[in-house]
C-alpha cells in the first residue's frame, strides 16, 4: 500500500526514519558491519568448529615437534625440558638407535643384487623419460628426481636387511614390509570376493554378511584371536598342529613366522573394507558395455581388463590411500599378539614409538613419531601425483 492510499484511509505513513531518533544511524552501522548479511551467520556458525579443529590438529603438532627437538625429565614438582636441537634424530638415524629404526645392514645376497639392479634400471629409465620430456615442468622434474633417489636408498636399504645373510630389517622395513605386502594382498582378495559376490551364485547373500564380520571385531580382539590360533600348544587347532608334528612349534620364536602372522591377522581384518568398497563400485557400474562388449564377442578377461578394470581404478587408488594411511599406524595386531618379538622383528614405527612412550623418553618418541610422519607424507604426496597422472593420461 503506497503512503497516498494510507493518509486517504487515515494510517499512519512509514516513511524514513527522523534525523534525530538514531535509527537510521543504527540499521546503517549493522549493515556496514554485516549483522543482517547471511555472510555473517555463516561466519559466526562455521568459524568456531573450523578453530576448535585447527587447534586440536595443530597444536599437538607444534607441541611434538618440540619434544622432538628437546629432553623430558620428570622431576619433583613437574618437569623439566631441555632443548638439544636435532640429537634424538641424530640418535635414530645415526646413533645408538640406528639398528633399532633401520635395521642391521649387510652386503646384499645374489637376489639382492638382482633386485638392485632391476630397480635400479627401472628408476634409471623412468628419469631419462622424465627430464626428456618437453611437457613436463621443471618443477616436476626435480621432484621426481628426488623421489628416485628416496626410491633408490630405500631399495638398497630393503636389499641390505632383508635380501642379505645376517641382515635384519629395522622398524622402518618391517612397517614397510606390513603396508606393502598386506595392502596387495587385501586388494586382491576383497576384489575377487567382490567380483564372486555379483555373480549369481547359491548363497551369496549369505557370503556378503560372512565378509563382513571381521570389520564388527576390534583390532584388539584380532589379535587376542590370532594369538590364540596361533598357539600350537593349547590352541582350538592344537589337534591338527598335533597331526602335523608342529604341537611344540612356536609361531613368535622365529622372526618371519611372528611377521607372517602379524601380516595374516591384519589381512584378516581389513579384506572386507575392500571387499565392501569394491563391491559396491562393481555393482554400480553400468552394464550396457559389458552386454554390448558380450555380444560382440569378447570374453570374460577381456571384459575385465578392458571395461570393469578401467572403471573402477579411481576407487582404487582413493581406497588403497585410505589404507595405506592406516596400515602405517599399524600397533594393536604386532603389540598384543607378539609384544614386537621375537626382539624387534614385528615392532612396527607406531608401536616403536609407544614403547619409547612408555619409557618416558617423550622426546625419542615424538622423533619417531615425525619419522613416520615424514615417510606417510612422502608416500601419500608421490603417490597421489603418479598415479593421478596415470588417470589423466600423462606419463
Known amino acids: 500500500m503506497s503512503s497516498a492510499e494510507q493518509e486517504a484511509k487515515g494510517q499512519p505513513t512509514q516513511g524514513p526514519a527522523p534525523p534525530g531518533s538514531g535509527l537510521e544511524a543504527r540499521v546503517g552501522l549493522g549493515t556496514r558491519l554485516g549483522f543482517n548479511s547471511d555472510r555473517f551467520t555463516r561466519s559466526a556458525l562455521i568459524w568456531p568448529a573450523i578453530l576448535v579443529v585447527l587447534f586440536l590438529s595443530i597444536f599437538p603438532l607444534i607441541a611434538s615437534l618440540y619434544l622432538s627437538l628437546s629432553r623430558l625429565k620428570f622431576v619433583r614438582g613437574g618437569i623439566e625440558i631441555n632443548f638439544i636441537g636435532l640429537r634424538n634424530f641424530g640418535k635414530l638415524y645415526f646413533g645408538s638407535q640406528q639398528d633399532h629404526l633401520l635395521g642391521v645392514a649387510r652386503p646384499p645376497s645374489l637376489l639382492g643384487w638382482v633386485i638392485v639392479s632391476a630397480g635400479a634400471a627401472f628408476l634409471g629409465r623412468w628419469l631419462v623419460r622424465t627430464w626428456r620430456n618437453r611437457e613436463v615442468g621443471a618443477r616436476s622434474k626435480v621432484a621426481r628426481t628426488v623421489y628416485a633417489f628416496l626410491g633408490g636408498a630405500t631399495l638398497w636399504l630393503t636389499v641390505q636387511t632383508v635380501f ?56 584388539v580382539g584380532v589379535a587376542y584371536m590370532f594369538r590364540m590360533l596361533t598357539d600350537t600348544g593349547k590352541g582350538p587347532f592344537q589337534p591338527i598342529w598335533a597331526a602335523f608334528g608342529l604341537q611344540n612349534f612356536s609361531w613368535v620364536n622365529e622372526p618371519w613366522g611372528a611377521r607372517i602372522a602379524v601380516i595374516l591377522g591384519d589381512i584378516w581384518q581389513w579384506t572386507p573394507f575392500m571387499f565392501i568398497v569394491l563391491l559396491a563400485v562393481l555393482e554400480a557400474q553400468d552394464v550396457e558395455p559389458v552386454e554390448a562388449a558380450i555380444v560382440d564377442g569378447a570374453g570374460r578377461w577381456q571384459v575385465f581388463r578392458y571395461i570393469t578394470v578401467p572403471g573402477i581404478i579411481p576407487v582404487s587408488l582413493t581406497l588403497i590411500l585410505i589404507r595405506m594411511i592406516e596400515g602405517f599406524k599399524i600397533i594393536d595386531l604386532p603389540n598384543v599378539l607378539t609384544r614386537g618379538g621375537p626382539g624387534t622383528a614385528t615392532e612396527s614405527l607406531t608401536l616403536h614409538a609407544y614403547l619409547d612412550w612408555r619409557a618416558l623418553d617423550l622426546g625419542q618418541s615424538a622423533a619417531i613419531a615425525y619419522t613416520l610422519l615424514f615417510v606417510v607424507t612422502v608416500i601419500g604426496i608421490g603417490y597421489v601425483n603418479r598415479f593421478r597422472q596415470r588417470v589423466d593420461g600423462g606419463t
Open 164 to 219: 642379505s645373510a645376517g641382515g635384519r630389517p629395522g622398524t622402518l622395513m618391517v612397517t614397510l614390509i606390513y603396508v606393502a605386502v598386506g595392502i596387495t594382498i587385501q586388494y586382491l582378495l576383497g576384489l575377487g570376493l567382490a567380483l564372486l559376490a555379483t555373480q549369481r551364485l547359491p548363497g551369496r547373500r549369505f557370503f556378503r554378511v560372512v565378509f563382513l564380520l571381521p570389520m564388527m571385531i576390534t583390532p
